[in-house]
C-alpha cells in the first residue's frame, strides 16, 4: 500500500480528498487532450503520406526533364539560362495554437502573379524538356514547403502526446493511488482512534458507576 507520509488527522484527510478530487478532474482532462492530441496527429500523418508521395512523384519528374534538357543541351548553356531567374519565393512563418501545441503555419508568397515570370530564359535557345523541369519544380515547391510544415508539425504533437501520456500514467498509477490509499489509511486510524476514546469513556463510565455504587453503599 502507497501510503504519504502524513499525520493521520481530519484536516489532512480533508486536505486529502480535495486533492484527490483535483486529480481526478485533472486525470479526465489529459486525457481528453490525449486523445485529442491524437487524433489530429493521425490526421496529420495521413496528409503527410499523401503529400510526401505527390512531393516526391513531382521531383521524379521534374529530374526526368531535367536529365532530358541535360542531354541535349550543353552545362554552359544551361547555366546560363537559369543565371538570372525573374521569379521570387519568400516564406512567412507563423505560429498555431492546437492543444497548447505551437505548430507552425508557412506562407508562401511569390514576387510576381504570372506564372511565365517562371522562366527566366528566353525559348529560342533552349530545350522543351528544360520548361517542364521548370514548371514540375515550380509546381512542387509550395507542397515541399508544405510537407515541411506537417513534419514539423507531427514531431511538436509527438512530443507533446508522449508527455501528456506520461502525466496521466503518473496521475493513474501514482498520484491516485497514493491519495486513495492514504485516505484509507488516515480513515482506518481515525476510526481506530474513535473506538479507542469510547472504549476509554466506557470504561471512565463504569468505574464512575461503580464508584457511585460503592458510595451509596457504605452510605448505609
Known sequence: MAVLNVNPT??????????????RRGHRLLKDKRDEL????LDLV?????LRKEVEAGIKQANVAMSVAGSVMSSKALE??????????????TEKNVMSVLIPE??????????????????????GELDDAVKALSAVMPKMIKL???????????????KTRRRVNALEHVMI???????????????????STITRLMK???MIAGAAIEKAKSGY
Open 106 to 127: 508557412f506562407s508562401v508568397h511569390f514576387k510576381t502573379a504570372n506564372e511565365n515570370d517562371i522562366y527566366s530564359y528566353g525559348f529560342a535557345q533552349t530545350c
Open 10 to 23: 481530519r484536516m489532512e484527510l480533508t486536505n486529502l480528498k480535495r486533492k484527490l478530487v483535483t486529480a
Open 46 to 50: 495521413r496528409e503527410n503520406k499523401a
Open 204 to 206: 471512565v463510565k463504569d
Open 80 to 93: 546560363v539560362a537559369l543565371m538570372l531567374p525573374t521569379q521570387e519565393m519568400s516564406i512567412d512563418i
Open 177 to 195: 493511488p497514493q491519495y486513495e490509499d492514504t485516505i484509507r489509511y488516515i480513515t482506518m486510524k481515525l476510526d481506530e482512534n474513535e473506538r
Open 148 to 162: 515541411a510544415e506537417i513534419e514539423k508539425s507531427c514531431r511538436l504533437m509527438a512530443d507533446e502526446i508522449e
Open 38 to 41: 491524437m487524433r489530429r496527429f
